[in-house]
């Protein structure tokens, strides 16, 4: 079974940079799509961006331009490196893998806090 450990969150200021990582426990990391999502209090889980086995890739058209999702599969291990970071970026990020067969798994979720 797949399991996922995010971290790499922490308290920034308003245009600063963070990196998050999700590291995956699964041997065929390799085929498993991978994703980032975020959840803020009151709200709605959202898709922050994916990335494919085919290393395509996809975004929200809120952090188009400031995000990238990029996956090492030889550490498997999925990041998320956010610059040009708003308070509006402030949330629960949340690591994501659709498994074969055994459908979507999360991770924890690591705060992110964008605040002056």
């Known amino acids: 079974q797949v399991q996922l450990v995010e971290s790499g969150g922490g308290l920034v200021q308003p245009g600063e940079s963070l990196t998050l990582s999700c590291a995956a426990s699964?041997?065929?990391?390799?085929?498993?799509?991978m994703g980032w999502y975020r959840q803020a209090p009151g709200k709605q889980r959202e898709l922050v961006a994916t990335?494919?086995?085919?290393?395509?890739?996809r975004y929200a058209d809120s952090v188009k331009g400031r995000f990238t999702i990029s996956r090492d599969n030889a550490k498997n291990t999925v990041y998320l490196q956010m610059n040009s970071l708003k308070p509006e970026d402030t949330s629960v990020y949340y690591c994501?893998?659709?498994?074969?067969?055994?459908?979507?798994?999360w991770g924890p979720g690591t705060q992110v806090t964008v605040s002056s």
């Open positions: 699964v041997t065929v990391f390799v085929g498993i799509a």
């Open positions: 990335i494919a086995t085919t290393g395509n890739t």
């Open positions: 994501n893998a659709r498994v074969p067969f055994s459908g979507d798994v």
